[in-house]
């Protein structure tokens, strides 16, 4: 249950965006997770609605934009989304980094 | 409640409800730019990490798989066998009890244990305190057992120079297909419990084929802690990173 306390963590960021904006109510939270985040989306809904209780993010909506894998390969040089776990480039390299799909991310707060 | 916007109006205003809003906190939403990791924090700490082992020439290794698959086991043969050649400091990491670190007390090493309660990963500010309370001081290597559990470690960086990753024979030839971000963040994969091989008619070759899909760069030692076989090849592996550490500040990897 990892969720449970990544959403701990934001929670605690979240709110104190809010308290330094002088907010009274915590209405959406925008996220980014990446496809390659270890991050399950319905998982941290769960956490999310289970964390917030008693906040001011009480009753808030939790929108996650989902974001996609892309891969940097080290032989030639290439951008590439993979189409599997394996990562393989059309270079038939498996040589890569990961350039994006690992994000865990506050992406913005609505307040009142 | 506002039924609009979800404020709480109670203590500011009594109003009847025409949603026309006048109060001034009403459609006073707004938007604010956030932009930062969840894991910044660790991320941050682990940076931390990574400079004061470094600064101390001391070789830390963070050892990751699922419950059972032998991390203790693996650690303590390698203890038993390399004490005499390094200082070595332990930090376990488990759900519950402090039975690892119990085992892991036969040894000559100082052991903390951090039971994480419902945490199922270790972070870098408890490797941090953990270390604090160890003490660092005449140390060549730190050894970390994470917490059994393939999914959550494989995000939280601790300030490691080397991920070994265990796989025992007992789990099947497709794991690392079935965790391929844990596998990905493997410097090391140590297939384990290979003395049961041929019981499980364990498929040696097919296993590495998966483990390099996924890892094409990451050494891959086959073993068995319990039984103390191939543990040499992961000595050799273990005496030259610590070599090329307090060389070039970096783990070779
Ligand atoms: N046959 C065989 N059994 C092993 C080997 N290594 C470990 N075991 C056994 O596997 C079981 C689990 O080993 P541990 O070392 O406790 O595994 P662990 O990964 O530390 O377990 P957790 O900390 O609970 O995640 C024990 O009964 C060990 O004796 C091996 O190489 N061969
Ligand atoms: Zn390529
Ligand atoms: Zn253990
Ligand atoms: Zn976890």
Known sequence: ?112 | MCGQCGCDTTETLKHEHEHEHHHHHRHNHRLVDIQQSVLHKNHTLAQGNRQEFTQRNLLVLNILSSPGSGKTTFIEKTLKTTEQQFNYGVIVGDLATDNDAQRLRSTKAPVIQITTGDICHLEASMIKNASDELGLDGLDILIIENVGNLVCPAAYDLGEDIRVVLLSTTEGEDKPLKYPTMFKGADVVIINKIDLAEVLEWQEDLARENIQKIAPNALILAVSARKDTGMSAWYDYLAKARQAKTQTGYSLV
Request: net charge negative.
């Open chain 1, 1 to 112: 249950m990892h969720e449970i306390s990544l959403m701990e963590e934001t929670l605690t960021i979240i709110l104190e965006t809010a308290q330094k904006e002088n907010a009274v109510k915590i209405h959406r939270l925008n996220m980014r997770i990446g496809a390659v985040s270890g991050v399950v989306p319905e998982a941290l809904q769960f956490a999310f609605d289970v964390t917030t209780q008693g906040t001011i993010a009480a009753d808030a909506q939790l929108n996650i934009e989902l974001v996609p894998t892309l891969c940097h390969c080290t032989e030639c040089n290439r951008k590439f989304a993979p189409i599997d776990i394996i990562y393989q480039c059309e270079c038939g390299s498996l040589n890569n980094k990961i350039i994006q799909g690992k994000e865990i991310e506050i992406v913005s707060l609505e307040i009142s």
